[in-house]
């Protein structure tokens, strides 16, 4: 991992990732030990060994505290340009948990780059309005989140809708509840598609490696030698640029563990994301002419808005 410098009175310093030194996971410690006499003549070899579990966060829910800020606040008129974002109180829980079985996405996309479990997706009303039945129907909170039990998920799961659990994952207490929000196909492929276009049936979680790091500050106040240190995961969507009217924007810190096990759905499917946190902000109309001028200019002399073939991922 790198290493941390020594920051001086207003200065930062960003890292791509911190990597858990011991994933959740069941361990053991053997220790074995030669005991000697002191003549030298007599020896007899001792050990011990002892078992432990690591546990890591829920994917169902964030630990208590984890939220240090959000942007924009919730409420808050915005041009369309600007970003979400949410700061966590705890530097390390975007890699606590992986989403990447065996490291093979991170292998064959990223150079063994890490993966977040976690992603900041952003979505439009007319994306998240399908409800779909489930008995007794749920009450949609203020961003459009639905809080279902694993048995009604599992019901979910059986007819058209996808859900990233396990059929082990959802028998297990199922009446435990979820927090879900339900995105229709068009805005699942958005988020999840390859950007190349490609024909493909698994979804792509890769891009999710750029879009939560590490930030170290330490106070512009010289006798202030404290650091503050927290993990920001950013959202990669904005809003319309010729908006004429505000548009309110539901953003949802998802779960991408299960995601990439579903294929990408058709015309009609929705999926039921897991959502750790949501908030809502406004767009608004702004400068948004200059902005698409710029991006015009950018793609036309900046080679990463102008590739022509996508990398090679051949190890």
Do not use: C
Not at 81 to 96: C, F, G
Not at 124 to 144: A, H, N
Not at 169 to 195: C, E, I, K, M
């Amino acid at each position: 991992m790198t290493s941390f410098a020594e920051l001086k009175p207003g200065q930062a310093q960003f890292l791509s990732s911190f990597q858990p030194s011991l994933v959740p996971g069941d361990y053991k410690v053997t220790v074995k030990q030669d005991v000697v006499s002191p003549d030298g003549n007599e020896s007899k070899p001792l050990g011990t060994e002892k078992k432990f579990t690591v546990e890591g966060p829920s994917q169902y829910q964030l630990p208590a505290g984890s939220i240090d800020s959000i942007y924009p606040r919730e409420g808050e008129s915005v041009p369309s340009k600007v970003l979400a974002q949410i700061t966590l109180s705890d530097p390390h829980i975007p890699w606590e948990l992986s989403p990447d079985n065996d490291s093979n996405i991170a292998n064959k996309h990223l150079n063994g780059s890490l993966i977040p479990w976690l992603a900041l997706l952003v979505f439009t009303e007319d994306e998240t309005k399908t409800f779909p039945t489930v008995g007794e129907q749920p009450t949609p909170s203020p961003t459009l989140s639905l809080w279902l039990s694993k048995k009604q998920l599992r019901e979910l799961k059986s007819s058209s809708t996808q859900v990233p659990l396990s059929n082990q994952d959802l028998d297990d207490n199922p009446h435990t509840g979820v927090n879900t929000v339900v995105v229709d196909s068009s805005a699942f492929r958005t988020y999840f598609s390859r950007q190349m276009g490609h024909e493909e049936t698994e979804p792509a979680i890769a891009r999710y490696s750029y879009l939560s790091h590490i930030r170290r500050s330490r106070s512009t106040k010289a006798q202030d030698s404290s650091t503050d240190t927290f993990s920001i995961t950013l959202g990669h969507r904005s809003g319309p640029l010729e908006v004429e009217a505000a548009v309110a924007a539901y953003v949802h810190l998802v779960s991408l563990m299960g995601v990439s096990d579903l294929i990408v759905p058709g015309q009609s499917d929705p999926t039921a994301l897991v959502s750790l946190y949501s908030w809502s902000f406004t767009w608004t109309k702004g400068n948004d002419a200059d902005v698409k001028d710029v991006i015009k200019t950018l793609s036309k002399n900046v080679r990463p808005l102008a590739r022509i073939a996508e990398p090679s991922t051949d190890q």
